[in-house]
């Protein structure tokens, strides 16, 4: 067993896996999370910043939200986060589509193909003795 003390309310809990918080403070989040995303329907060009005050979440969180693709700014908004590689503005996600396509790219050129082993099959001549000569 993993014993970690949660990140947000300092209790000692089990860990599992992701974020380091304790299952209540998980819940807590999602609460929070649900309350930012109905805020966003009823005020879709809202900032950062508006909404961070409205609702008493971080702007970090937000940031942790759009990159996970958990929210999305809308198309028409002037507000976005920037590009983790070059800095452009984005609505959500970590890159934009630029840099994504310069990602694939590199990587499809990383990947060698290998060429397929062809198979030389042996016919048996049986138990027979064989000779070399010198």
Known sequence: MDVRTCKSCKR???YLSGPVIC???VEKLEEKFKEVKDFIRENPHSSL???SEAKEVSVKQLKTWVREERLKFADDSPVGIECMNCGAMIKYGKY????KGKMINNLSHA???????VKVERKSDGNRMRFIDN
């Not at 934009?96 to 840099?99: I, S, T």
């Not at 990947?111 to 082993?117: D, G, I």
């Open 23 to 25: 299952p209540a403070c």
């Open 96 to 99: 934009c589509e630029a840099c």
């Open 111 to 117: 990947v060698v193909e290998e060429e397929p082993v």
């Open 12 to 14: 000692i809990f089990n």
């Open 49 to 51: 910043q508006d909404v």
